[in-house]
């Protein structure tokens, strides 16, 4: 196994330089949902997919800050039903197997063979799976805050774990649910998000995106990202992610990435890790370390699970750097 551990780095490498797309539009799913995607970068350069956390969240300007953009094509798009992709917060036809069609659909319309794939959190749940169903399209991996969408991560975080070292936070999350409910955390969630009432969806939605906002950094609730406090992306945000847990990630059975992983043991992959991510505990990269010991694991020592902590940027940049090369 090789593993690397960067807890103090003097000479972290920091975000390139902004970029703005050289291409964007919207692409045709044969359904009701319509993908926004976006290229930046050379196009000439190395292809490289990036796919967003939640499920539920967006592509933002700063994920193409990852990349040098001399060297790499950078491809993004927002998943089903959140950003810019329409319509929102929908959750028809919106599972993991929608989403790996998607990207398939999407790297046919880009023309391109084969790809290096970054995602991080739910972002590598579905590079992951992606990457297990096509890894004859996939160059390379590189992996952030490892999420393998097993029962006992969702249990961490919704149920009983996560709220013994942000008990504030989780104050904040049981307030919307009944004392009756609670023992079932993403069922009560799931039903309130999918409520008629608005008012009764948004307070819900706001409170289940406020706790993942309020314990992404090591900071806690104080560095909580603005957005995840407003309705107009929590809505999106929440309703889908609960949709997606409450279904197990649509996967046919708990495990089943670790269980699959033999089939992309050949892909040149780096995974960066917070020491202290509460959101998706070291538990899933060491697992997945584990049963793939050919991946380059780094341990940032000082990092939770934000990809804006210096640590992981560090970690990142390297690891993009290392695969332009490959």
């Known amino acids: 196994m090789r593993m690397t551990i960067f807890a103090d780095q003097p000479d972290r490498r920091t975000l ?68 810019q992709s329409r319509p929102n917060a929908s959750l028809e036809n919106n599972t993991t197997w929608d989403l790996i069609e998607d990207i398939e659909r999407l790297r046919e319309r880009c023309g391109v063979d084969k790809w290096s794939v970054f995602g991080g959190s739910w972002g590598s749940t579905l590079s992951l799976a992606y990457a297990i169903t096509h890894p004859e399209r996939v160059e390379s991996l590189i992996l952030r805050g490892i999420f393998l969408l097993t029962k006992k991560e969702l249990h961490w975080f919704y149920q009983d774990g996560a709220s013994m070292i942000f008990p504030d936070a989780w104050e904040a999350f049981l307030k919307p649910i009944p004392e009756a409910e609670r023992g079932d955390l993403m069922a009560a969630y799931h039903k309130r998000l999918v409520s008629d009432d608005v008012a009764v969806r948004n307070e819900a939605a706001v409170a289940w995106s406020s706790w993942e906002g309020d314990t992404v950094s090591v900071e806690g609730p104080a560095a909580r990202p603005e957005k995840f406090a407003e309705p107009e992306f929590a809505v999106a945000f929440a309703r889908i992610e609960c949709h997606y847990f409450t279904n197990g990630g649509f996967f046919p059975q708990d495990g089943w990435i670790l269980n699959n992983v033999e089939r992309i043991r050949h892909i040149p992959t780096w995974i960066a890790q917070g020491r202290f991510d509460v959101v998706t505990p070291m538990s899933g990269a060491w697992a997945l370390h584990r049963a793939f010991p050919e991946a380059k694991l780094d341990v940032v020592g000082d990092a939770g699970h934000a990809s804006s902590e210096p640590g992981i940027v560090d970690s990142l940049i390297r690891a993009t750097d290392w695969a332009a090369g490959l």
């Open 16 to 83: 390139y330089p902004e970029i703005e797309p050289f291409a964007s539009g919207f692409m045709a799913t044969g359904t009701a949902h319509e993908i926004y995607y976006e290229e930046s970068g050379s196009p000439e350069g190395k292809p490289v997919l990036v796919l967003h956390g939640g499920p539920g969240g967006a592509v933002n300007p700063t994920m193409r800050r990852y990349f040098d953009p001399a060297r790499y094509r950078i491809i993004m798009f927002d998943q089903r039903g959140c950003g």
